[in-house]
Every structure is written in C-alpha cells, then in structure tokens.
C-alpha cells in the first residue's frame, strides 16, 4: 500500500550548521503534512504542518519543503543545536488519520 | 507539555493480564486518537474518536483491544490477555476539528508497556 517513507535512518551534524531531513511520500492524494521530533521517553512534539497548495513555510529556525511533483518534503533546521538532537517523523493526512514513516536519527556533534 | 495526559507512563504486567490506560486530551479537542509505537518506529494507527463516537479501527486493534470515550472528553484503552508482541509506547493524540481544514494532533507523552 501507499505509505510515508525517509531517504535516511540517521543523520549526523555539527553544531551551528544546518541540518536538512528528508521523507518521500507516495500517496499523491495527500494535502496535509506534518514534521514531528520525538525526543527519547517522549511523545511526538508538533514542529511545522504545510498544506499542498503551498512549496515552502517557515517557522523559527525550521522551515518545510514540498515539492509535489516528485513527492519530496523535506525539513530544514538552521544553527543546530544539541537540543535539535531526536528522531523527527513526517507524517501525512491519510483519510483521517496520520501514517508516519520510520523517522530519522538526527544526532548534533559539539 | 502539549496538553494531553496519558496516565500511567509506565506498565509493567504478566502475560495474560489485563491493562488500562487512560488519556485526558486538550480540553476543547473533539477528536481524540491512540497509536501504538514499537522501538525504532513510527507511530502506528489504532482507533480514533470524533467526541464520544468510535469512528474508526485499524486492523492491528485486535479483539483483546478496547476503546471507549464515555463523555467524549477523556479515553480508556484496554487490553484483554496481554501478550509479549503487545509490549510497545501507546501514545494519544487529540485535535480540534472545525469546518474541513485539517489541523495537528498534539501527542501524549505515552504509556510505555512491558509485558513479561
């Protein structure tokens, strides 16, 4: 069936540099998605939401692209920090529900 | 904190035991959702409530799995016969649904079980 998916498991970066993670979707039909960071012990923090009548939103230090016509959201986060450091899910709208796709590691290195 | 409680945090039972857990969303949320998260996954659909109306259920809601909103404003979970493979993060979510624009779940803080 049709689901959300990550290009990679895990990411590494330096602090103060940008951090971008990326989810391929499949479900053409999807008008809804959202960036979670879930940090260890913890539930899904809501980040950024973009609906599919826009290509960018930005928020503080994140910011969403989407780009429909290959079926890419990516998140960006400017000036990592070692609190940036969690697994972050995108998740899109399915009917009524959200389907998360496995999630990325992302790991800030002092 | 988002807002949405999830009481216990942590349950440890036997197998073959049951369990409840609890979940009060945001208080104006007419819509309430349990996951369920295995280590090293996303979150997985399990049910969904529109105020007290059970409106939805995924196929991983076997029949040893109950949920109930009475009022439509806090929700229990329960499990019937606890097995091993059910030992996982149940995570609640609410969202207030107004005319048709969607809007985000804001999650719990989960309730990690153990089944031994």
Redesign the interface.
Known sequence: GESVGLHLPTLSVQEGDNSIINCAYSNSAS??F?W?KQES??????II?I?SNMDKRQGQRVTVLLNKTVKHLSLQIAATQPGDSAVY?C?E?E?????????TRLSVLP | DTGVSQDPRHKITKRGQNVTFRCDPISEHNRLYWYRQTLGQGPEFLTYFQNEAQLEKSRLLSDRFSAERPKGSFSTLEIQRTEQGDSAMYLCASRLIAGTANTEAFFGQGTRLTVV
Not at chain 1, 95 to 103: E, L, T
Request: charged fraction near 15%; charge should be neutral; aromatic fraction near 24%.
């Open positions: 008008d809804y959202i979670y012990g913890k539930g899904p923090q809501f939401d609906r899910f998740a709208i009917g009524q529900n959200f389907v998360f796709g496995p999630g």
